[in-house]
């Protein structure tokens, strides 16, 4: 199956939606949840979001995140995941499947938020299904 994640970012996080498509003339894409990562900051690892391309996606066990999936052939990067989180500080330039976005009382302030995260992992994880799968990434 393929799916595709349409973002736009600021200095503060790049926010997405993640759609699964279909080839046919019949439907539409589907929305299945909005994403959050970091900002774009040169591909750097561990703080930038995912460039633009087309990566496969497939199901892994993180020790810290438990089932989850993974991204692989993102250039210059390694350990890419797609999991649960609200907030930039929450991610190490991974994908943050959440339901929508405000804002968070944290330790360090009121910050932009992704929001219902958890909802959306589920959602994303019963749509993946734990079958092999292409992501396509589109910034603006």
């Known amino acids: 199956m393929h799916f595709k994640m349409i973002t736009f970012s600021t200095n503060v996080a790049t926010t997405g939606k993640l759609y699964r498509t279909y080839d046919d003339c019949v439907h539409v894409d589907e929305l299945i949840c909005h994403t959050m990562e970091p900002p774009y900051r040169n591909n750097s690892e561990y703080i930038s979001c995912i460039p633009a391309g087309e990566y496969r996606l497939k199901m892994t066990n993180s020790p810290k995140y438990g089932p989850c999936?993974?991204?692989?052939?993102?250039?210059?990067?390694?350990?890419?995941?797609?999991?649960?989180?609200?907030?930039?500080?929450?991610?190490?330039?991974?994908?943050?499947?959440?339901?929508?976005?405000?804002?968070?009382?944290?330790?360090?302030?009121?910050?932009?938020?992704?929001?219902?995260?958890?909802?959306?992992?589920?959602?994303?994880?019963?749509?993946?299904?734990?079958?092999?799968?292409?992501?396509?990434?589109?910034?603006?």
């Not at 330790?107 to 092999?132: H, P, Q």
């Open 69 to 140: 999936y993974k991204l692989f052939d993102v250039e210059d990067r390694t350990n890419i995941l797609i999991h649960k989180g609200n907030t930039v500080d929450d991610t190490k330039g991974c994908i943050m499947p959440v339901s929508t976005f405000g804002v968070l009382n944290t330790l360090n302030g009121t910050v932009f938020a992704g929001l219902s995260s958890g909802n959306a992992y589920i959602k994303l994880m019963n749509v993946f299904a734990g079958d092999s799968h292409t992501l396509e990434i589109k910034r603006f």
